[in-house]
């Protein structure tokens, strides 16, 4: 299924658990994914100090992300993220992570390409800045473990070394209403 036909499912499965008059929905984007030449757009609900959020997104790595700069490495895929609010209305917050998506690795040279899935479980903290009502910014800093295979992989006779843990650190722009 394509990435762009897996947002009104996110959005169906998020609907039925904002039936409580003081549940929020929301939606957010991580510019920085953009600037990549990707995608980035997650939906959620929050009540109380809880927060649960769907989300599609991609990316091409950066150099200072790769680990042989003789491969170009992009990635797509999708996340769940489940928050706790310090306050009710923004402010710090810890949260679980798990993520699903493909790397394409594409050696520069000879362009042979490979793919490889990563599912990764993770915690982040962050904190949430509210504009005004409407809009905020929330930069977050993730750290994950990969659960699929983190061995190395070879193309043209050069190697590429797969994270078995990632550092993620971003700012997310949204809407809550």
Do not use: C
């Not at 769940?80 to 710090?92: A, E, Q, R, T, W």
């Not at 930069?139 to 043209?156: E, I």
């Amino acid at each position: 299924m394509k990435t762009h036909h897996k947002i009104p499912l996110l959005i169906s499965l998020l609907l039925p658990l904002g039936a409580n008059a003081e549940t929020d929905f929301y939606v957010e984007s991580d510019p920085i994914a953009f600037a990549l030449d990707g995608h980035s757009i997650h939906v959620g609900i929050e009540a109380d100090h809880i927060r649960f959020q769907a989300g599609l997104f991609g990316a091409t790595l950066p150099e200072s992300f790769k680990d042989n700069d003789k491969f170009d490495v992009k990635l797509s895929g999708y996340g769940l993220k489940l928050d706790y609010f310090m306050d009710k209305v923004g402010g710090g917050f810890i949260g679980m992570t798990y993520s699903r998506s493909e790397k394409d690795f594409t050696h520069a040279t000879t362009n042979l390409s490979a793919s490889r899935d990563s599912n990764l479980l993770g915690v982040r903290v962050g904190y949430k800045y509210r504009i005004n009502e409407v809009f905020y910014v929330m930069p977050w800093l993730g750290v994950s473990k990969n659960l699929s295979d983190t061995s190395a992989l070879q193309l043209s006779g050069d190697r590429y070394k797969v994270d078995e843990w990632t550092v993620f650190p971003t700012v997310h722009l949204g809407m809550q209403f």
